[in-house]
């Protein structure tokens, strides 16, 4: 079964720094593209940034471009996000995303449990 896994959320002061990573099993990570989304409250969840398979190219929200940087390891099965010049604006629950085709399944979006993010003084 196929299983993703955020850490690395808190509360930190505008201008802070955090990395949150994503741990995933349950297929073949090296073969994917990853995601990182967000949602705040009353807000529709958006797009971050996103890496593809072998991590050779990535896309940025333009409200996150020079501030945040998406990465993978695939010996370790692990997509992350370093996140600096924090804004207030940030705060948000942010997910780990992988969309997977299978035979039998079709096209099937996965999520993770969310990891919180508040930016505040």
């Known amino acids: 079964q196929v299983q993703l896994v955020e850490s690395g959320g808190g509360l930190v002061q505008p201008g802070g720094s955090l990395r949150l990573s994503c741990a995933a099993s349950?297929?073949?990570?090296?073969?994917?593209?990853m995601s990182w989304y967000r949602q705040a409250p009353g807000k529709e969840r958006e797009l971050v940034a996103g890496?593809?398979?072998?991590?050779?190219?990535?896309n940025y929200a333009d409200s996150v471009k020079g501030r945040f940087t998406i990465s993978r390891d695939n010996a370790k099965n692990t997509v992350y996000l370093q996140m600096n010049s924090l804004k207030p604006e940030d705060t948000a629950v942010y997910y780990c995303?992988?969309?997977?085709?299978?035979?039998?399944?079709?096209?099937?979006?996965?999520w993770g449990q969310g990891t919180q993010v508040t930016v505040s003084s």
């Open positions: 995303n992988a969309d997977i085709y299978t035979a039998t399944t079709g096209w099937v979006v996965y």
């Open positions: 349950g297929f073949t990570f090296s073969r994917h593209a």
């Open positions: 890496i593809t398979s072998a991590g050779r190219s990535t």
